[in-house]
């Protein structure tokens, strides 16, 4: 027997909405948003506080960097003052030693040659062009002589003294053997002030061989070289001959004394610059 069984139809469920789902959705996604605000608050304020820092580390760092820089700038200061000054030093030494040298000319003889305390001085001044322009303007004869001192010269002075007034009437056109006849007798006759000071202008009459020789002494008895030289350079004919000479060494010391000095009052306002520096 066959039995039939009956057909089973699919019934298909419809979904049944739930409101209480549908408010829990909304709940949720409002819970979501705050999240996601509170998230970018916290987010915005944290990279806030790390720029915050990161500038506040910036501006540390660089007033670290001003302060090393600083620091630096001073130490290459005081190195290039310590410098100056030893330069300074080395310059006064090798002057002071020039000057030295100067000193050491004797009573009928040149001081010793000037050149290996000139070179000391140039190598101590290679950088300074002042300073390496006095040295090299001293003379080439003291450089290899030396020269008198103002005592030599004095001495020397007043043992020509006497000859050149023997001759002080002798020019270019009164040279006769009667001429110096004449002259010898003046000079023998005529009184002689030896302490006779220079008048502050000098006039015509004052241009007298004998009166330029009488104002040379004086000078020269007085330590007044450069006036004396600059009598006696007022001295012409016979007169001017026999000092000639003499007028030649006195220039050479005065030449060489003024550079000296200047290279002295160098060194020393160098050095004092040097010490009073920050």
């Known amino acids: 027997m066959i039995v039939s069984t009956p057909s089973h139809k699919v019934v298909h469920q419809l979904p049944v909405l739930n409101f209480s ?9 409002r819970v979501v948003q705050v999240l996601s605000s509170k998230m970018l608050e916290q987010e915005t304020r944290y990279r806030q506080l790390t720029q915050e820092q990161l500038d ?6 660089n007033a670290a960097y001003a302060r090393l820089k600083g620091v630096e700038e001073a130490i290459d200061s005081h190195m290039e003052a310590e410098e ?17 040298t100067l000193k050491t000319a004797g009573t009928e003889s040149p001081s010793m040659p000037l050149e290996d305390a000139a070179d000391a001085v140039r190598a101590s001044c290679v950088d300074n062009d002042f300073a390496l322009a006095l040295a090299l303007a001293l003379p080439e004869e003291s450089l290899k002589r030396g020269v008198y001192s103002e005592a030599s010269l004095r001495a020397r002075f007043n043992s020509l003294r006497s000859l050149a007034r023997r001759v002080a009437l002798i020019d270019e056109s009164h040279n006769t053997l009667y001429q110096y006849f004449l002259s010898y007798l003046q000079a023998a006759l005529l009184f002689e002030n030896q302490q006779e000071a220079p008048p502050t202008q000098l006039h015509s009459e004052d241009l007298d061989s004998f009166k330029l020789l009488s104002y040379a002494s004086y000078c020269l008895e007085h330590g007044d070289l450069e006036l004396a030289a600059k009598l006696v350079n007022q ?27 200047l290279l002295s ?6 050095g004092l610059g040097t010490t009073q520096a920050p």
């Open 56 to 61: 506040n580390f910036t501006l540390d760092m």
């Open 84 to 100: 100056a000054a030893r330069k300074a030093h080395q310059l006064w030494l090798s002057v002071e030693a020039l000057n030295y």
């Open 21 to 29: 789902s549908i408010s829990d959705t909304s709940y949720y996604c």
């Open 265 to 270: 009052a160098y060194a020393n306002a160098v």
């Open 235 to 261: 001295l012409r004919g016979e007169a001017r001959r026999v000092v000639e000479d003499w007028l030649t060494e006195a220039r050479l010391t005065l030449e060489t004394r003024q550079v000296v000095s």
